[in-house]
Structure formats: C-alpha cells, structure tokens
C-alpha cells in the first residue's frame, strides 16, 4: 500500500515545509484542492520544481472542461490528475484519452456517486477509483469503504482518502488499496516527520 | 433575465479586457472555473479590482470543504459563487450558511444532478439553481432545459448555462430563469460589443 500525503489549506510556501518534512516516508504528494483554487496552477509548478523526483498528483477535481484542465495541469508537473466520478461519461472519457496521450494517471473520485454510477465507472479500467468520505462529513468511513467496495472491490486500482487516521489505519491497511491518503492526520501533527513515518509504517505492513 | 458572461480559458488580462468590450451590456461577470483553476483566488481579486461596481459570480464548484472555499471567495470580492448540486447536502447546507453570513449569494450548479437530486436541491429556497449542459458534451440544451424544468419550474431563482449562442436564445428566453449565461458565443465573436448587445437586447425583451 502506497502512502499519499494530501496538502491543503495552506500557502505555497508552507505547503513545501510540510512535504519537506514528510518527504522520506511519503510515495505521492497531494496538492490539494485548496491549493489549486487558491493560487492556481503556480502551486503544481512551485511544487514540482522544489520536488523534481517525486510523484505529484494535482486534486483538481475536474468535471467539465476536461481536456483543458487535464493538458493544463500535467503541463504544470502533475503525474497524476483527478476527475469526479459525478462528471459525464464523456468528461472521464476525454480525461483518460489525455492521460493516454501524456503517459500520465488519472484517479476517478468517487465523492457522493451512487452504486449504479460506481459500477458505470468500472470501464476506466486504466484508471484509480477513490473511495473518498467529503471534509464536510466528518464520520463514517469505513462504513463508506464497506458499501462502495461491494460494488467495485475487483477493480484493479483503488484508493480511498477523507478522514483517515491513527485510529483506523490499520483496519485500512486490511483492504485491497492500492494508495492510502492522509492529510491533516500527518499535516497538523505536533511532529510532522514522526506522524508520516508512524502511517508509513502501517501502510507498508507484511508486504 | 439577466445577462451573465462567462470568461474563461484566458490569462487574467485578456479577462479584463474582454469584460472591458462587454461591460455595458452585462449584469453579471463570471469568472469561469478555469480562471480560478489557473490562477487561483488571484483571478477574482484583480477583476473585483478593475469592476468595483459590477455584480461578479466566481463559478468555483464546490464540492467539499464548503466553509473554506466560500470564505475564500466571497473574501476574494465574488458576490456569487457556485456550488456543485452533486455534492452532498451537507455541503450546499454549509455554502448556504457561509453565504447567508456573508450576505451574498449562491448557486447551485445541476450539472449531471438525478431528476431526484434536483427535486431534493429544492430545499435552498435562497439559492438559485442553474441547469447546466457540460461543455464536453456539445449539443442537446433545450432538452436539457424541458426535462430539468419538469422538477424545477416552481424554483423561485433560476439561471442556464451551457451553448447559449445568437441561434437559442431567443427560445431560451421563452423560458422562466432569471440569469441567461452564454461564454463563448460572445467572448469568441469578432465584435465582443456588439455580440453582448445583440444578446442583452434578446434577454431584456418584454419584460
């Protein structure tokens, strides 16, 4: 299970002391949604430069205007770009085929989509599916993790982000995730390094 | 019905100067998801700037972290802003908190919304609902438009989006929304002034 360290709700600046500090223990940074609409494509450029090695994926929750979002962000220095898995077929449709054409990944979040459009998106068979719990629900996780997985535990590659912590990273750890997404459990930890080693720690297991 | 101009897929002072060519002519100013998604907060600052006195939506579709995001943007000069129909109602409730405290106003966007979804979204009797055809898909708005109405007729405050051009607008105006949004059929003409005209003569009519 890889470790992804999701960014939000800070500057650019701050943003990079963060990453710095967890960058050992870390497979994927995030920047966050926040950051994008906040300061734009110059937080994926910033961020790339100052993290030339590493794997970027840019939460810029496309759902329309899919060809100009994704050719804009993985211009910037994303390897790997979001879609809602509530935009039409047809915007994760040309989102894939721009992936293709850059050689890049695309991670389909599943925010508030129904059992019917889950298993709709099971035809993206080159993409990741997240299980992904809102910020503004604040419990109920794992209960999400049960309910959307009867429809799409066979999928190839699955992620799963939105409240995950101490507490329940280990019973996470037992799912067949691909990609495991933290943020303010390691973000806003009083020791930024400790909290990213203690997750990857958990996340790597008996592999 | 109003006018509102979208603008999008441009750097900030092309922005500027396209709203400049159209300004008499429109009651709202939107700043388009892609103005946000490329340059961040900084987009709707520099144009609030430029049109201190002009009504501006900043189409940010929210779908999370609610609280933040509208703050972000009502701070950052938008007297509107967008939230998706698609998120949860925990969110849109949280937008119309931010909103009513902010005293400004929001929309809620039905892009890719259920019929069922629409009728519940009925419940933000402040907000205003906009049908909206994604622009990945290229035709079908007047359909769009009889099969969300049948939901949604009743709504106090309606907008429409989505290939608005010289050719519809004239049916659409039949209809009962308050806000008529066209983008590219005026920001893409070769007389940005006069297309702006042309619409705004339409959308006024008799009213």
New interface residues.
Partial sequence: MKLQLAV??VAIEKAIEIIREAENDIDIIEIG??L????????VKRIRKEFPDKVILAD??T????E??FE?IYQAGADIATV?G???L??IR?CQKVAQNYQKDYMIDL??T?PEKQIELKQFTDGILCVHL????STGLLTLIESTLSQIHDFPRLSVAGGINSQNIAEIKKANFEIAIVGSAITKSANIKESAKMFKTIVDGDE
Same sequence: chains 1, 2.
């Fill in positions: 939000d709700r949604t926040s994008i609409k906040d300061f734009g494509l110059e937080s810029i929750k759902v329309d205007e899919a100009y979002e804009a809602l509530a935009a039409s047809e915007t040309i925010l508030e129904s809102p910020s503004d629900k």
